[in-house]
Each structure stands twice: as structure tokens, then as C-alpha cells.
T-cell receptor, first 118, second 110 residues
């Protein structure tokens, strides 16, 4: 079974700083997706960024980028120029890239609570 | 286009009571999921469905039942609520790899 571990329960940085959230995972699969989800105080789960394991290039979405190290099974999220609105819980998640007709089940890490201070 | 909606948003039950949580999606997605979120933990999969009329167990299915009579709806039932089922429940739907989540239901069992 796949497992996802986020070793930083809480982090806090000043506005405009850069912050990196860590995630490691364990799988014997070769084909999979990795995700970072943001959960603000509103509780809504928001997809931040997605990485496909077969792609060597790290995914980027505006101020958000990942460092994907497949051999090390590491998937960190970097937030540049952090903003007050980035304050949220961040979850790393794993999904097997199974058959198209199969359900795509997500396995989540425990989350990192990120606070951006003014 | 409402996306994924959940009813109700909050609920308080007494031990032993039953209730049904409703999830509805208007994106014509085949796959739907129910998760629970407990403090200090990520979301865990309770049950899921790969299409109308089909359901399957996830990671933590005990104490819950589900039904998918219509493609757009996925119901989660608690037949005899227990305090251990106090949690926030999320529904999600997907067509491929991206899951779209509802706003969640906070359930308290006293």
C-alpha cells in the first residue's frame, strides 16, 4: 500500500518570503501522479499543483513549484513571494495511474499547517 | 455550474441515531468518493463508486454504507452513529486524475 508522509506539522514565514514544504512517499509503482492540495480556513480543498511521475520536468504554477525526486520518492512544494492568502493547511497526495476505467484513489499525507505573517 | 455540493453542512447526532449525507455533482463525472478528515490527519477514503449502481470499499469503510442510484448523486449513510464517527466528511468526483471536492460536512456525534 502507498503511504505519504509530511514531516512538518507546522511552518511559519513572513510575507514575501519563500517557503518549502516537504513530502515523501512510498510506492512500488512506476506510473503515478502526485498532488499538492491547499485547505484554507474555509475548509474547501483546492488543487495547487500536479506532477506526473513519468515527466522529469518539475511542475510550476505561477508562484508554486515542485521539486520532484523520483528515485528519492520526494515531492516538495516551494511557494515564492508568499502572500497572506497562502495561509492554509497543505496536503501532499499520491494517486496510482491505474486503468482508465478504474477509480483514481487519492492517498493523503497528514498535512502541514502554513502561516504567513504580515 | 455548482460543481460538487454536499448536504447538510453541519449536523449533530446522538449515539445510535442514523443519518444520510448527500453528495451531488453536475459535471457528469463517472467516479465519486467519500472521505473523512480527522484532526492531525489527511483525508481517508471511506467508499467510492466507479459508476451508477456500483460502489466499493475504501480504506475506512466500517460503520458506513453508500449508494449510487443516479450518476450525479452519491449517498453516505450512518446506520448507528458512534462518537468515533465525529469528523468532517468530504465528497469528491472525477473523470480522470483530478478530483473536485465538495465543501465538506461537519458531523458531531455526542
Amino acid at each position: 500500500a502507498q503511504t505519504v508522509t509530511q514531516s512538518q506539522p507546522e511552518m511559519s514565514v513572513q510575507e514575501a518570503e519563500t517557503v518549502t514544504l516537504s513530502c515523501t512517499y512510498d510506492t512500488s509503482e512506476n506510473n503515478y501522479y502526485l498532488f499538492w492540495y491547499k485547505q484554507p480556513p474555509s475548509r474547501q480543498m483546492i488543487l495547487v499543483i500536479r506532477q506526473e511521475a513519468y515527466k522529469q520536468q518539475n511542475a510550476t504554477e505561477n508562484r508554486f513549484s515542485v521539486n520532484f525526486q523520483k528515485a528519492a520518492k520526494s515531492f516538495s512544494l516551494k511557494i515564492s513571494d508568499s502572500q497572506l492568502g497562502d495561509t492554509a493547511m497543505y496536503f501532499c497526495a499520491f494517486m496510482n495511474r491505474g486503468p482508465i476505467q478504474g477509480a483514481q484513489k487519492l492517498v493523503f499525507g497528514q498535512g502541514t499547517r502554513l502561516t504567513i505573517n504580515p | 455550474n455548482a460543481g460538487v455540493t454536499q448536504t447538510p453542512k453541519f449536523r449533530v447526532l446522538k449515539t445510535g441515531q442514523s443519518m444520510t449525507l448527500l453528495c451531488a455533482q453536475d459535471m457528469n463525472h463517472e467516479y465519486m468518493y467519500w472521505y473523512r478528515q480527522d484532526p492531525g490527519m489527511g483525508l481517508r477514503l471511506i467508499h467510492y463508486s466507479v459508476g451508477e449502481g456500483t460502489t466499493a470499499k475504501g480504506e475506512v469503510p466500517d460503520g458506513y454504507n453508500v449508494s449510487r442510484l443516479k450518476k450525479q448523486n452519491f449517498l453516505l449513510g450512518l446506520e448507528s452513529a458512534a462518537p468515533s464517527q465525529t469528523s468532517v466528511y468530504f465528497c469528491a468526483s472525477s473523470e480522470r486524475y483530478e478530483q473536485y471536492f465538495g465543501p465538506g460536512t461537519r458531523l458531531t456525534v455526542t
